[in-house]
């Protein structure tokens, strides 16, 4: 894991240095391009939620369903961080990622929330997730 968080950091010390930033991750946009696009479906990315000032990654409005893609080092994979958030926005990531949970579910809408880890090595299983919904 110290390799992990190592690499994680460099990585966004480049995009601070490049001013590459968006809402959307490489990881959305690659889980977009491999798991969303086939379905021909319709989607959204960046689904806002004014109520708590909180984005979604994807939202399929036909299905009322959200999916995010939880990045294993800002959302503390606990596969990776056994031991809890090593850093405060860790922390904090993890805090409204609870609170974006609980409106969700109280809101009705359908929620599938994927690691890092599984998009990349378990992408059947993902699949299989996403179309349990989709086809039903």
């Given at each position: 894991?110290?390799?992990?968080?190592?690499?994680?950091?460099?990585?966004?010390?480049?995009?601070?240095?490049?001013?590459q930033?968006?809402?959307?991750?490489?990881?959305?946009?690659?889980?977009?391009?491999?798991?969303?696009?086939?379905?021909?479906?319709?989607?959204e990315?960046?689904?806002?939620?004014?109520?708590?000032?909180?984005?979604?990654d994807i939202?399929?409005?036909?299905?009322?369903?959200?999916?995010?893609?939880?990045?294993?080092?800002?959302?503390?994979?606990?596969?990776?961080?056994?031991?809890?958030a090593?850093?405060?926005?860790?922390?904090?990531?993890?805090?409204?990622?609870?609170?974006?949970?609980?409106?969700?579910?109280?809101?009705?809408?359908?929620?599938?929330?994927?690691?890092?880890?599984?998009?990349?090595?378990?992408?059947?299983?993902?699949?299989?997730?996403?179309?349990?919904i989709?086809?039903?």
């Amino acid at each position: 894991t110290d390799k992990y968080k190592k690499i994680k950091s460099e990585e966004m010390k480049e995009r601070i240095k490049n001013q590459q930033f968006s809402l959307s991750s490489k990881l959305e946009e690659d889980f977009i391009n491999d798991f969303i696009k086939p379905l021909n479906i319709e989607y959204e990315t960046q689904y806002y939620l004014k109520d708590i000032h909180q984005y979604c990654d994807i939202y399929i409005p036909s299905k009322n369903l959200i999916i995010e893609c939880d990045g294993s080092f800002w959302h503390c994979d606990p596969r990776l961080f056994p031991n809890g958030a090593v850093y405060d926005y860790q922390k904090r990531k993890i805090e409204r990622d609870s609170i974006k949970n609980d409106y969700l579910v109280k809101n009705g809408f359908k929620l599938l929330r994927f690691w890092e880890l599984d998009i990349i090595n378990q992408p059947e299983y993902v699949k299989d997730e996403i179309k349990k919904i989709i086809i039903d």
